[in-house]
């Protein structure tokens, strides 16, 4: 009996394991075979469309490599926050679809503390701005989780209105109040220079000079650490994964439903709040209108969390894929004369093929039976 069950604990733990990595590695791996024959109907040559896309987003000799990694973490950081993000909601049970909203509040708020503070020391000033675009985006966050804990309005209609709200009321501020009246181009003045994140090479003096990356890369990371601990060594943590598992049980055991569901929400504004920051104060250094419109930072969050399987860990890693799928794009288009939304049909297709756990968990407890029926016949004879 004891055998039996360590021999079950044994394949438990492989189930959790092959779910937890193979499913995402089969869900890119049947994109990119589908995204193949979609190639070839289109009469392009699948090997040199992805030989493009892998050069455009690694290096080699269509592009320079450092050029080419720095692209692919600078498009991946941003990605890193609003996956958490949402995958910190999907902890709790709930659909942060509006990290878009939360998104662009994150970045009005760094443009805005940016200028407020700009005459700070960098070591000041950075983390008060980040700090700021945090709330701003855990303020966003706010009304919807509280209409979620008071009401029961559904957390997918209240958060996307509210990321419509955020795109139309951040161009209002930015051509009015907060505008550049030097330029008048429906942009926030320049934050200074003291402000802006620094890049990688300057924070860590050994680490050659990687074009476009910067110090959000680090505070990403750092995020993803304190998510984790948060989940797994916190009372928050606890109560979080709690009413995500089984609200009923959670509520039975004293868990207040209403109060996580505001904590779990909140949180989840504040990291794709500072997705917006990290774009500000890394990238563009000042804001302009619909500064997300074309980036979709918060709506491919969504993809990132579901294809890391909600966990820190596996959100960093699709993160890095999705970003180096958008750094890649431009390369395949002018080396591969591939069209650049071919790209868009592969996120669609790795996001739709990660139902493949289905068939994996079909696969496994196939396996499970037959190893248990040799093993009866073993038995019986």
Avoid at 254 to 261: C, N
Avoid at 323 to 329: D, I, Q, R, V
Wanted: charged share 10%; net charge positive.
């Amino acid at each position: 009996m004891s055998d039996r069950r360590e021999v079950t604990l044994v394949e438990a733990r492989w189930v959790s394991v092959l779910r937890a990595v193979g499913v995402p590695l089969l869900s890119v791996l049947l994109a990119v075979g589908i995204g193949s024959l979609i190639l070839l109907a289109g009469g392009y040559d699948p090997l040199k469309a992805y030989a493009a896309l892998f050069q455009g987003a690694f290096g080699g000799e269509m592009r320079k490599p450092l050029e080419a990694i720095g692209d692919t973490l600078v498009r991946s950081t941003p990605l890193m926050f609003t996956g958490l993000a949402v995958g910190f909601g999907f902890r709790a049970n709930l659909f942060n679809i509006g990290a878009e909203g939360q998104f662009i509040l994150g970045a009005l708020g760094a443009a805005w503390f940016g200028l407020m503070f700009g005459g700070l020391p960098g070591f000041v000033s950075i983390p008060l701005i980040l700090l700021g675009a945090a709330l701003f985006g855990a303020a966003w966050a706010f009304i919807p989780a509280l209409l979620k804990a008071k009401t029961g309005a559904h957390e997918v209609i209240t958060t996307m209105m509210f990321s419509w709200i955020a795109l139309y009321l951040t161009s209002w501020i930015i051509s009015g109040p907060l505008a550049d009246s030097a330029t008048n181009n429906f942009q926030t003045p320049i934050i200074p220079s003291d402000s802006w994140l620094p890049t990688l090479d300057k924070v860590i003096p050994w680490l050659p000079t990687i074009k476009y990356a910067h110090a959000g890369l680090i505070v990403a990371l750092a995020a993803a650490v304190v998510v984790a601990l948060l989940l797994r060594r916190t009372t928050l943590g606890y109560e979080v994964r709690a009413v995500g598992f089984n609200p009923t049980a959670a509520q039975n055991g004293g868990v207040s439903i209403a109060m996580t569901t505001i904590w779990a929400l909140c949180i989840s504004g504040a990291l794709a709040g500072l997705a917006g920051a990290s774009e500000v104060l890394g990238v563009t250094h000042r804001m302009f209108d619909q500064v997300s419109a074309g980036s979709g930072y918060g709506f491919t969050g969504i993809a990132v969390a579901l294809l890391g399987k909600k966990h820190p860990v596996g959100i960093i890693f699709a993160a890095l894929l999705f970003g180096g799928l958008s750094a890649g794009a431009g390369t395949m288009q002018l080396f591969a004369n591939v069209p650049a939304k071919i790209i868009t049909i592969l996120q669609a297709l790795i996001i739709f093929f990660v139902g493949a756990e289905t068939l994996v968990t079909w696969f496994v407890k196939r396996r499970q039976r037959m190893a248990l029926e040799r093993e009866e016949a073993a038995d019986a004879q």
